[in-house]
């Protein structure tokens, strides 16, 4: 610092240095001397009504120092020096905005180092405007603007009220798809807040993961359980953990055959299945193949859209119109917007509904109330030819090797918690229907037997309704380790030889739950 000031002194300036460095040094070092601890001006922090102001000198004091340090022997010259100073931004009043050293109590500040103008800093026009614009809002008289400011502040901004209105004026597409791409980089959630979010899913859906809990029912193809293929069948009995997940959310209640059912029935009553129907119509139609879309789309529009539709939904006139634009390039997808509609309509409205109603609480009731059942297999053998108009029978028999033996294979349902005879109920499902197979036995007449068999949603069988059930209850969760033939004859034959029916039955069950 000294060898510069020194450089100063002969008159010899560096190329990057400002014409008005040598004067700006000469003040700095003032400045320096007048900030020395032991024999500079003192600085205090003086106490005010309920406020301190802490680092600033008086003038009197600053003059006083001049006088005593500078060979100055008249008053009034160094209290222009203390002016100079301050016009120059070394010192600044505490109390008012004036560039001026009164010879008073008044109290005074050095300016920061950063601000000299040995550093060649220039305010730029928004800090200034800032600072007027701060002394504008203190509404007191004593920082009110002079002329020459408000011309400033004014002159300033017109610059800015001309941008906003370049931005009226041209377009800014260039500019917004810069933005845009950088958007697209940016994060818009936090981290904490995006692993609460998955932690939270994962805790929601922890019961119906496969690595932490058992599915029920058990996956077919690693074990004997047929339940999973034949449960959608019915409507009586859904899992309770199935049942629960349907409260999740919409998208949960749609994705289960079962879910959709329950929930249609529900509509039904509700006198909006239009909803659902429209919703499941679009599902369909983007799995469609390309040639059938049009005439698939052009059925979904006369269907529910048009103004003659048998099944009128709810859409406004932007999404028809959207619509019926789309219908003239048909695609997969030219009824997403109708079809979000009514998602957040069934949303809003129906599923909070169905969550509510009776039906579903009874469904998440229906393990206290559900009947064991137990299906047991049994294999009934008939000696002779069969002749019967019936296809599936037709099947069945077509797939047995043995032309003069036909096996067929009854699934009789047996509720362990009834007293009376179970195959006396038929219909836990869906309604059996009675089929008449006319059974040719060598050396004796034909023989009638009426047989309640379902062959409808349910694919369940039941025995012949004449016969009682020589069998005993197995276990639906494994195997039975023995089986045992039960013999009856089939009444009625004509050469008096009644032919034997065998059965075939259960013994002993591994898990041991029945006896």
């Known amino acids: 610092m000294d060898d510069r000031a020194d450089s100063d002194h002969d008159g010899v300036l560096s190329d990057d ?47 006083d120092w001049i006088m005593s340090n500078i060979s100055i022997e008249e008053r009034g010259a160094a209290v222009h020096l203390a002016s100079l100073l301050a016009a120059y931004g070394y010192i600044f009043s505490i109390t008012d905005h004036h560039l001026m050293v009164k010879d008073d109590a008044s109290y005074y500040r050095f300016q920061t180092p950063f601000f000299w103008l040995s550093n060649n800093w220039e305010p730029e026009n928004v800090d200034y405007a800032v600072y007027l614009c701060k002394r504008t809002m203190q509404n007191k008289s004593r920082l009110e603007l002079d002329d020459y400011e408000a011309l400033r502040i004014a002159t300033i901004a017109q610059p800015a009220s001309k941008e906003d209105a370049d931005w009226l004026k041209y377009p800014w597409s260039n500019f917004q798809v810069k933005e845009l791409r950088e958007k697209l980089h940016r994060r818009r959630m936090k981290t904490s807040q995006a692993s609460e979010s998955f932690i939270q899913r994962c805790e929601h859906y922890a019961e119906y993961d496969a690595f932490i809990w058992a599915p029920e029912p058990s ?78 789309a052009q059925e979904i529009f006369n269907e529910y859209l048009s103004d003659s539709a048998t099944s009128p939904i709810n859409v406004d006139c932007k999404t028809r119109e959207e619509v019926e634009l789309n219908l003239k390039n048909p695609g997969r997808y030219m009824f997403d917007a109708a079809q979000d509609h009514i998602f957040q309509l069934m949303k809003s409205d129906s599923y909070r509904r169905f969550i509510r109603c009776d039906q579903y609480k009874e469904l998440l009731k229906a393990p206290a ?147």
């Open 17 to 63: 240095q400002p014409p008005h460095a040598t004067v700006c040094k000469k003040m700095e070092k003032l400045i320096h001397q007048m900030q020395d601890e032991k024999g500079g001006v003192p600085i205090r922090t003086v106490k005010s009504f309920m406020s301190k102001i802490p680092s600033v000198f008086t003038g009197s004091d600053l003059v």
């Open 219 to 296: 996956n077919p193809w690693i074990s004997d359980d047929m339940t999973l293929w034949d449960q959608d069948k019915s409507l009586h009995y859904v899992p309770p953990r199935r049942v629960k997940r349907w409260a999740f959310s919409l998208s949960e209640l749609l994705a289960d055959p079962l879910g959709r059912r329950h929930f249609a029935r529900f509509l039904e009553k509700e006198i909006s299945a239009e909803n659902l129907g429209f919703w499941l119509a679009c599902e369909q139609l983007k799995a469609t193949p390309i040639r059938n879309v049009p005439s698939k």
């Open 369 to 515: 109330n559900k009947q064991k059942s137990i299906f047991v297999t049994t294999k009934l053998r008939f000696c002779g030819s069969v002749e019967s108009s019936d296809c599936h029978l037709r099947s069945i028999l077509a797939m047995s090797k043995l032309p003069a033996v036909f096996c067929f294979v009854f699934l009789a349902l047996i509720s362990s918690n009834k007293s009376s005879n179970p195959f006396d109920k038929y219909g836990v499902y869906c309604k059996p229907e009675t089929y008449t197979q006319r059974v040719t036995k060598s050396g004796c007449g034909s023989q009638t037997v009426r047989v309640k068999a379902c062959l409808g949603t349910c694919a369940s069988y039941a025995l012949p309704q004449d016969r009682p059930p020589y069998f005993k209850k197995v276990c639906e969760c494994c195997k039975p380790k023995e089986t045992r033939l039960k013999a009856f004859s089939l009444p009625g034959c004509q050469s008096g030889v009644s032919p034997l029916v065998q059965i075939e039955t259960a013994v002993h069950c591994k898990c041991q739950m029945c006896t």
